[in-house]
Every structure is written in C-alpha cells, then in structure tokens.
C-alpha cells in the first residue's frame, strides 16, 4: 500500500501524519495524489460578561507549559482523479510533552479513532494496526490489572478516516488540541 509521510517539527518534537492512499491501482495511483499540511496554533480562550466561554487560535511561537495548542492537518487531491471514501487515512501521535484535551479531534466526513498505549508512537506508522483504534466511548486500558475506559491522558494516537469522495483540487481538514505539560 502505497503511503506518504509528512513531518512538522514543533519545538524541538516531530509530529509525524501519515496518509495512507489505500485501494488505488498502480495505473490509477501515477494520477492520484495527496498533500498533507500541517500547522499548530495557540488556544486563547477567555469568559465574555454574560458567562460564555470564547477562544480564539493564536501564533504558537511563544507557549508556556499549560497552554492549549491545536493541531490541524489539511489534505488536498492534487492530483488528476477523485479519491474513493476510506482511502485517506491520516494518524497522528500525540506529541510527547503534550497531553490530548479529551473530545478535541475533529474533522468533517471522518470519522475518528484513538489508540491508548505506550507503543501508539510507533504503531502509527503502521497501517496495519487498525484493529487497535477505537471510538473514543470504547478505549479502555489497564491499570494494575483492572480495565477502566481511558482518561485524555491516555490517548497516544489519533486515527482519521475520510469517508468522501476527494475530487481533483478539492481540501478537507481534520484536528486535535493537547495541552502543553
């Protein structure tokens, strides 16, 4: 299965997305392409008079331990055919230093697993381990021999399928935030 990497350095930490262009014939595969752009930006929330809590996305040049960072990865067919629905898979780590804000992921038409464990770094570069992401309702790890279903902190990897069609030129985007420890 043909797949395309793309590293961004942040802080001295790479986060790596992988697509994975699954299904595709060879002759169809010199025709599709897909680009990866990655871009990390600062939450700055704050409470308006009448109670309501209001964010908005700043420069992630200067960030303190504490602060909210969202990472969104935008994908382009830049290439000559459509992409068949299922045939973008993006998974990122969760950057070390870093722990997931629980429910952040998100992206129109995919749908999101995660992977809770130790070894979901390297495991991510994996495109066969699919059978270990899961809805975030259905991960659970161990803890001293007893399950117990996974708190943000365990969450090691994040897994977007885009379920549509991506024509020739056409973007989505998918996203996650972490908090910087």
């Given amino acids: 299965m043909p797949v395309v ?26 025709l599709a392409e897909v680009r990866l752009s990655t871009t990390v930006h600062r939450v700055d929330g704050w409470m308006e008079e009448g ?3 209001k964010a908005r996305l700043t420069d992630a040049a200067l960030v303190a331990a504490g602060d909210e960072l969202r990472y969104a990865i935008a994908f382009t067919n830049t290439g000559l055919v459509p992409v068949d629905p299922g045939a973008i898979v993006i998974t990122n780590p969760i950057p070390e230093t870093t722990e ?37 309702a259905e991960l659970v790890v ?39 420890q």
Avoid at 9 to 17: E, K, N, P, V
Avoid at 104 to 132: H, M
Avoid at 166 to 177: A, D, R
Wanted: hydrophobic share 50%; proline share 4%; charged share 20%.
């Fill in 100 to 136: 997931y804000v629980w429910d952040t992921a998100g992206g129109i038409n995919a749908r999101i697993l995660y992977r809770a464990d130790a070894v979901a770094e390297a495991a991510a570069t994996d495109a066969s381990t699919a059978e270990s992401f899961l809805p975030l």
């Fill in 51 to 53: 109670g309501e809590l």
């Fill in 142 to 180: 161990t803890e001293g021999g007893v399950l117990r279903s996974a708190a943000a902190a365990d969450v090691r990897a994040i897994r977007w399928v885009y379920e549509a069609v991506l024509p020739p030129g056409k973007s989505s985007e998918v996203w996650f935030h972490v908090r910087l």
């Fill in 5 to 30: 990497s793309c590293e961004v350095g942040w802080l001295r930490q790479l986060s790596l997305a992988l697509l994975a262009v699954a299904g595709l014939g060879m002759p169809q595969w010199s």
